[in-house]
């Protein structure tokens, strides 16, 4: 199974493999796999939810009538309800020191579900991934699969610039691919830059209009291009710094397209496959602002639904911090200053939202916040024993953006869903 894609989101040519051994190509010609595709109508919504209980266990014994979802805080009548078992997970270290007390274990305890084969997939964010991040992922990763990985999992290593292993058992060929891998600049935003307009302060210079980023902008743009301080001086460095924010939101945009369109490529390529399916993510994040970027999160998770793909994500800043270091801060006025301090947290934690969104919406899970990605990685190469797959019917899609939630009415339980989708007038995807 090869599939040559070209000039996706304006990258050069791109080659995903998504082909395994031929012990695996005859296996996919067999009986269908108890994770077959989900089908559903054009205006159905499907909405993976995770469960857990005060341990972290996901539980598999509830009902429909266990559940509300709300559209917009509206609620909704569930028309599907599919309960999806998967091999079991492995042990929560919380859930495995309370059973070693109790001999009876978790009222949720069920009996080990017979392994399935598995299919993992590794993409790495290298258009957005620095150097020191992506070596240590590079790093965690390579572990993972010499330590933690079990031997009978098949896995490809890509990257969203290109980078390809197929899939593949064989550990020497994935760990080859990781190594090779290198950052990818084409799109990426130098702060060296003047005027230093980066995606998020273009978009609320051109399309929110925030009359302080502009002010704050122009003020720097005259400092670091040695300007004359005089009435002209504002009008030159105002026109730098709208070409230069055009120029960022132009880069920005084309970033979250070429990765969300990669995403939703290897989703659609991993539905097909004989087994469990799971997608890691490894990446910074990046921006997703715009009504376009939330499509296109809305169509991955409807094709990871109905494919029955897991998406994890993990943060490779790890522990990050927001303060500005010396050599970061611009040289300009003290209304800059203020500016970037305030706009750094901001922009730095709207870079997560479309990893937790695309994990929580799939019933994955998000890793952040932490400095051990190796620990991060092995959390993430589980998958929940339970996922609820709930459906219903949006009566007038119009190409809006939909909030969700997802309750269930006993007593101690979290649940982990999807939290929006854009109402389309067409199927998803295609």
């Known amino acids: 199974m090869l599939s040559i894609f070209k000039g996706l989101a ?6 995903l493999v998504l082909c395994a051994a031929s012990l695996l190509a005859a296996q996919q010609q067999e009986a269908p796999s108890p994770n077959s595709v989900v089908k559903s109508n054009v205006n159905e919504v499907l909405v993976p939810a995770v469960v857990r209980d005060g341990q972290g266990n996901a539980v598999g014994n509830l009902t429909k009538e266990n559940f509300q979802i709300l559209d917009n805080g509206k609620p909704q009548v569930i028309s599907g309800f599919t309960v999806i078992e998967r091999a079991t997970e492995p042990p929560n270290p919380i859930a495995a020191a309370s059973n070693s007390a109790s001999p009876s274990g978790s009222s949720n305890e069920a009996p080990p579900h017979p392994a399935a084969q598995r299919f993992v997939v590794f993409l790495f964010d290298d258009l957005n991934l620095s150097t020191t991040d ?3 992922a590079q790093k965690s990763v390579s572990k993972l699969l010499d330590a933690s990985l079990p031997a009978s999992d098949t896995v490809a290593v890509l990257t969203t610039s290109g980078t390809n292993s197929g899939l593949t058992r064989d550990r020497a060929k994935l760990q080859q691919t990781i190594l090779n891998i290198k950052p990818t600049n084409i799109y990426r935003h130098n702060s060296k830059d003047c005027p230093n307009i980066d995606y998020y302060n273009a978009d609320l210079i051109l399309n929110k209009r925030d009359e302080m980023a502009l002010q704050a902008a122009i003020e720097d743009t005259i400092s670091c291009a040695g300007l004359p301080r005089d009435p002209g001086a504002a009008t030159t460095a105002k026109l730098m710094v709208e070409q230069a924010a055009g120029q960022a939101l132009a880069m920005g945009q084309k970033t979250y397209r070429t990765d969300l369109e990669f995403i939703r490529l290897v989703i ?3 539905g097909s496959l004989p087994g469990e ?12 602002p715009s009504g376009e970027a939330m499509e296109l999160a809305s169509q991955i998770l409807d094709m990871a639904a109905r494919g029955n793909v897991i998406i994890n994500a993990i943060d490779a800043r790890g522990l990050y911090t927001t303060n500005l270091g010396a050599s970061e801060r611009s040289a300009g006025s003290p209304l800059a200053s203020i500016v970037e301090d305030q706009h750094r947290p ?3 934690t709207a870079d997560e939202g479309v990893m937790a969104d695309l994990a929580d919406g799939s019933g994955g899970t998000y890793f952040h916040g ?3 990605l190796e620990a991060g990685l092995t959390r993430l190469s589980e998958m929940p024993r339970y996922v609820y797959l709930l459906t219903f019917s949006v009566a007038k899609p119009n190409g809006t953006y939909h909030q969700l939630k997802v309750k269930v009415n006993q007593a101690g339980l979290t649940v982990q869903a999807r939290r929006g989708y854009v109402a389309l007038r067409f199927e998803s995807g295609k």
Do not use: C
């Open 370 to 372: 932490h400095n051990d």
């Open 268 to 270: 659609s390529k991993m």
């Open 277 to 288: 399916r799971m997608l890691v993510l490894i990446s910074p994040g990046f921006l997703t």
């Open 134 to 136: 992506l070596s240590l």
């Open 10 to 15: 304006g990258l050069p040519q791109f080659s």
């Open 346 to 348: 901001v922009s730095m």
